[in-house]
């Protein structure tokens, strides 16, 4: 090792060399310290975006349907005009519905709106349904609107059960065949007796409990959306 030289004594040149090279030291550790904690902080980032990643999941719920109702008691009548169009609800039939025959309105020229006569039915009264289909076409167009191809379904509101079609246990095949002009509207009623009833009616019937519920109007495959009531 060379020897320090200078007006100074020789011990204070090789202190000022090891502080010179003990800084560098530290100012090296420091350095690959800090490059170290940037690419580790990345890491967990990319590890953390990863896992918030994986842990996303996208449910479907679809509301349950079917191809029953009842028309024992159901009425109809016609009137002309105009109406507001409700989007056909979500859902599949129990049974497959009969095809629409050749020749007559598409669903795409339907439209199905079903309705309660009140929003709540104390208890003892009989629900009262409304189903209205329309024309929404451009022309005139016939279709079958017999009680056999209408259908009016009670469900749960909070679970969708099925627990009522007007067909189960009063099926009627009748046919009625009407013309349709653009913007006219056929429209039916249906009661419900408040009791449970399943296709071909061969459960007991219970009496269905007070609690939120919904209806659903469907013509064939053509379904209308829900609408809530109330049992009290």
Known sequence: MMEPSGPLPPEIYRRRRWLAIGAAVVA???????????????DDEA?????????????????????????????S???????????????????????VAAGQCPDSSLAVKVSASKPTYPAGEEPEFGIVVTNIGNAPCDRELGAGMQQVLVYTLDTQQRLWSNNDCFPNAAADVRTLAAGEQAA?????S???SEPGCTAPREPVPAGAYSVVGQLGNLRSAPEPFNLS
């Open 28 to 42: 090296l550790v420091l350095l690959i310290w800090i490059v170290s904690a940037v690419r580790g902080g990345g």
């Open 188 to 192: 039916f009623t249906v009661k419900w």
């Open 47 to 75: 590890t953390d975006a990863a896992a918030a990643s994986a842990s996303l999941t996208t449910t479907t719920t679809a509301s349950p349907s079917t191809s029953a109702s009842e028309s024992g008691s159901a009425s």
């Open 77 to 99: 009548s016609g009137s002309s005009g105009s109406s507001s169009v409700t989007d056909s609800a979500s859902g599949t039939a129990d049974a497959p519905a009969t095809p």
């Open 194 to 196: 408040g009791a449970t």
